[in-house]
């Protein structure tokens, strides 16, 4: 399995920014899915996720913001990050919402918000 992650840039403040994650070797409709951050010194926090049937949520930080999608088809899954905050700055990382169904987290796709 892996998780390949991308779309992260240098954006000044109020920009907007797509990641996608492409998921190979499971069927990305059978996980519930999430984009997870890590900013430098802190630790990962889940930003939002996405059951399988559709189910999604948001750390409160980032609520109406941001918006979550996947893809099936595509094996895809992204996150559209609009209004971005020097705050927001972080690797971002895709994997299943459950630990107990999180594979390797990959080297995840950099996002600076910076003027």
């Known amino acids: 399995v892996q998780l390949q992650a991308s779309g992260g840039g240098l954006v000044q403040p109020g920009g907007s920014l797509r990641l996608s994650c492409v998921v190979s070797?499971?069927?990305?409709?059978?996980?519930?899915m999430a984009w997870y951050r890590q900013a430098p010194g802190k630790e990962r926090e889940l930003v939002a996720s996405?059951?399988?049937?559709?189910?999604?949520n948001y750390v409160d930080s980032v609520k109406g913001r941001f918006t979550i999608s996947r893809d099936n088809a595509k094996n895809t899954l992204y996150l559209q990050m609009n209004n971005l905050r020097p705050e927001d700055s972080a690797i971002y990382y895709c994997?299943?919402?459950?630990?107990?169904?999180?594979?390797?987290w990959g080297q995840g796709t950099l996002v600076t918000v910076s003027s």
């Open positions: 070797g499971i069927q990305l409709r059978l996980r519930d």
């Open positions: 994997n299943a919402m459950s630990p107990m169904r999180q594979v390797s």
């Open positions: 996405m059951t399988r049937v559709g189910g999604i």
